[in-house]
């Protein structure tokens, strides 16, 4: 009896097996479909990796090596200075802004950016028995005589700088489309160092170019084509008022053409400027308690970017915060970018998040307006798209990342990876309108 139940409970169970398949096999099309759909969808998924370059994938060349030109200067055995700003005014125009060029160790690679020469040849950040087996090499920063920025008769360091294409652009492809040769005698001054940060305000229809020179206490407006317009400060003099400056790092507008100029890494203000040039304030002083540092202290600070609600968010580095203020100087709020962080660059892309490069921690960061941490990418490295100093950053209107390695010489491109998730790709930031000229 056991067993002629236990015979039908099998043929029971078969039974709906092979309904089962039955249904399966009337219904196979739509099921394929979807599993063709699936398998679809999975294909253009990225295999492995670990995301080592955020959303994005690396551009190499870029920039292009730079050809001798008419003027006879040759560039065999010279290499990319420290790039101390870069700036996408279209995909097919970024300009960048590089203090000089430098000489590169004999046998050396053309065009090798410091941070990739071999270890053999570092004799500034010291031996290798103290360095990471992954650090950068040399360092491509430094001053016209000796390291310190205190000025004095130092010892030359055996690779001195030449000004050469310290402001230039190039095209989607890395190649030289202009060169201010006229613009070398800015910086080709005793204890001067090349610029600091190249920008353009995005109501300027006649898109002049700003450049801030830190170590000479400088700001220049010039046109488009590299005629000095206006400028603020005196030479080599530091100070703080309308006309004196103390390193000044940045600058950002309102769309009246209101602007702000950070100022820096000896001075402890933002000050606020109207749109003909006419200094109207300024606010700012010195920490009193390095490790309680209070609203509207500042230590270095390094750069400045505004919201569309006219917030001023400014990075006060050496602090490792962001400080945020009213267009008239009022403190709103501040955050911290983390304990080991250095905000060497901010910005705020054009669907409005704040983005920072942080120098501490050699990564790329992204917050919302209101200081939330968000979302960040990027390491310490000698490699391709490995950053020492990430100094500046910009974005073109196709979304390509470009960012300027201060200590590594060299410019990074990033190229938004097929289907790489929106959120943490970085939006453009405003930019200028076309000339209705």
Same mark, same amino acid.
């Given at each position: 009896?056991?067993?002629?139940?236990?015979?039908?409970?099998?043929?029971l169970?078969a039974?709906?097996?092979?309904s089962?398949?039955?249904?399966?096999?009337?219904s196979?099309?739509?099921l394929?479909?979807?599993?063709?759909?699936?398998?679809?969808?999975?294909?253009?998924?990225?295999i492995?990796g670990? +995301?080592?370059?955020g959303?994005y994938?690396?551009?190499?060349p870029?920039?292009?090596p730079?050809?001798?030109?008419?003027?006879?200067?040759?560039h065999?055995g010279?290499?990319?200075g420290s790039?101390g700003?870069v700036?996408a +005014?279209?995909?097919?125009?970024i300009w960048?802004?590089?203090?000089?060029?430098l000489p590169?160790?004999p046998?050396?690679?053309?065009w090798?950016?410091?941070?990739?020469? #071999?270890?053999?040849?570092v004799?500034?950040i010291?031996?290798p028995s103290?360095?990471? #087996?992954?650090a950068p090499?040399?360092?491509?920063?430094?001053?016209d005589?000796?390291?310190?920025?205190?000025?004095?008769?130092?010892a030359?360091?055996?690779? +001195?700088?030449?000004? *050469?294409h310290s402001i230039f652009a190039v095209?989607?492809?890395?190649?030289?489309?202009?060169?201010?040769?006229d613009a +070398?005698?800015?910086f080709d001054v005793?204890?001067g160092?090349?610029?600091?940060?190249?920008?353009?305000?995005p109501?300027d229809?006649?898109?002049?170019i700003w450049?801030v020179?830190?170590e000479?206490?400088?700001?220049?407006k010039?046109?488009h084509?590299?005629?000095?317009v206006q400028?603020?400060?005196e030479?080599?003099? #530091?100070?703080?008022d309308?006309?004196?400056?103390?390193?000044p790092?940045?600058?950002d507008w309102?769309?009246?053409?209101t602007f702000?100029?950070s100022?820096?890494?000896?001075?402890?203000?933002?000050a606020?400027?109207?749109?003909?040039g006419?200094?109207?304030?300024d606010?700012?002083?010195?920490t009193?308690?390095?490790n309680n540092?209070?609203?509207n202290?500042?230590?270095?600070?390094?750069?400045?970017?505004?919201?569309?609600d006219?917030r001023?968010?400014v990075s006060?580095?050496?602090?490792?915060?962001?400080?945020?203020f009213?267009?008239?100087g009022?403190?709103?709020?501040m955050?911290?970018?983390?304990?080991?962080?250095?905000?060497?660059?901010?910005l705020?892309?054009?669907?409005?998040?704040?983005?920072?490069?942080?120098?501490g921690?050699?990564r790329?960061?992204?917050?919302?307006?209101n200081?939330h941490?968000?979302?960040?990418w990027?390491?310490?490295g000698?490699?391709l798209g490995?950053?020492?100093?990430? *100094?500046?950053?910009?974005?073109?209107?196709?979304?390509?990342l470009?960012?300027?390695?201060?200590?590594?010489?060299?410019v *990074?491109?990033?190229? #938004?990876?097929?289907n790489a998730?929106?959120a943490k790709?970085?939006?453009?930031?405003?930019?200028?309108q076309?000339s209705?000229?």
């Amino acid at each position: 009896m056991r067993a002629r139940n236990w015979s039908l409970i099998m043929l029971l169970v078969a039974a709906g097996i092979l309904s089962s398949y039955a249904l399966i096999g009337r219904s196979a099309p739509n099921l394929s479909a979807a599993t063709g759909q699936a398998v679809a969808v999975k294909a253009t998924q990225e295999i492995g990796g670990q +995301e080592e370059w955020g959303p994005y994938e690396v551009v190499s060349p870029f920039p292009q090596p730079l050809a001798d030109g008419p003027d006879g200067v040759k560039h065999d055995g010279w290499t990319w200075g420290s790039v101390g700003a870069v700036y996408a +005014e279209t995909p097919d125009r970024i300009w960048i802004a590089q203090r000089g060029e430098l000489p590169l160790p004999p046998g050396s690679k053309p065009w090798t950016p410091y941070a990739m020469l #071999p270890w053999k040849d570092v004799d500034v950040i010291g031996p290798p028995s103290q360095q990471p #087996p992954d650090a950068p090499g040399r360092k491509a920063t430094g001053y016209d005589d000796g390291e310190s920025a205190s000025g004095g008769v130092e010892a030359k360091r055996g690779w +001195e700088r030449r000004y *050469h294409h310290s402001i230039f652009a190039v095209d989607r492809n890395g190649k030289m489309i202009d060169w201010w040769p006229d613009a +070398e005698k800015f910086f080709d001054v005793r204890r001067g160092r090349g610029p600091h940060s190249i920008k353009m305000s995005p109501y300027d229809p006649e898109k002049h170019i700003w450049i801030v020179d830190d170590e000479l206490h400088m700001v220049y407006k010039f046109t488009h084509d590299g005629k000095l317009v206006q400028k603020w400060g005196e030479l080599g003099v #530091p100070g703080r008022d309308g006309n004196h400056f103390s390193r000044p790092t940045g600058i950002d507008w309102l769309p009246d053409g209101t602007f702000f100029i950070s100022d820096g890494y000896v001075g402890t203000r933002v000050a606020k400027f109207d749109k003909n040039g006419k200094f109207l304030m300024d606010w700012g002083k010195k920490t009193v308690d390095r490790n309680n540092p209070g609203p509207n202290e500042f230590s270095t600070v390094h750069a400045i970017t505004i919201s569309k609600d006219r917030r001023l968010f400014v990075s006060d580095r050496g602090n490792k915060r962001i400080q945020i203020f009213d267009e008239n100087g009022k403190f709103l709020t501040m955050f911290s970018t983390g304990a080991n962080s250095s905000p060497y660059y901010d910005l705020i892309s054009g669907d409005q998040y704040l983005w920072v490069a942080d120098g501490g921690t050699q990564r790329i960061l992204k917050y919302d307006l209101n200081g939330h941490y968000l979302y960040g990418w990027g390491r310490y490295g000698p490699w391709l798209g490995g950053f020492y100093g990430p *100094h500046a950053m910009t974005v073109d209107q196709d979304k390509n990342l470009y960012v300027g390695d201060v200590f590594g010489g060299r410019v *990074h491109k990033f190229r #938004p990876k097929p289907n790489a998730d929106p959120a943490k790709i970085m939006q453009p930031e405003l930019k200028p309108q076309a000339s209705t000229n």
